[in-house]
């Protein structure tokens, strides 16, 4: 069993900065790609960014590309969403996933942590 909790969501202005992050609690963090998804009110769960278990791949949605970035730890058993040039839009709840290969619906998730942007 694995489970994930997300933390770091706050109040921040628009053009500000804010890192989150997901520990992971369980076996072989490393086996696993990790993914950060958001929800804003009214609309669906949508996908963000995600990371290979090493590290070495990323892949990112359009609306966040150029100023989000995942990284993570394995020492550590964490997984890093660093957002910069924050708008408005960006504004939901983000929640941490976790999923063996890249193209399948993570198999965890993490509660989420709620992220507001103010204009």
């Known amino acids: 069993q694995v489970q994930l909790v997300e933390s770091g969501g706050e109040l921040v202005q628009a053009g500000g900065s804010l890192r989150l992050s997901c520990t992971f609690s369980?076996?072989?963090?490393?086996?696993?790609?990790m993914a950060w998804f958001r929800q804003a009110p009214g609309k669906e769960r949508e996908f963000v960014g995600r990371?290979?278990?090493?590290?070495?791949?990323?892949s990112y949605a359009n609306s966040v590309k150029g100023r989000f970035t995942v990284s993570r730890d394995n020492a550590k058993n964490t997984v890093y969403l660093e957002m910069n040039s924050l708008r408005p839009e960006d504004t939901a709840v983000y929640y941490c996933?976790?999923?063996?290969?890249?193209?399948?619906?993570?198999?965890?998730w993490g509660q989420g942590t709620q992220v507001t942007v103010s204009s």
């Open positions: 990371t290979s278990g090493s590290g070495s791949t990323t």
């Open positions: 996933a976790a999923t063996l290969t890249a193209s399948s619906i993570p198999e965890y």
């Open positions: 369980g076996r072989a963090f490393s086996m696993y790609f």
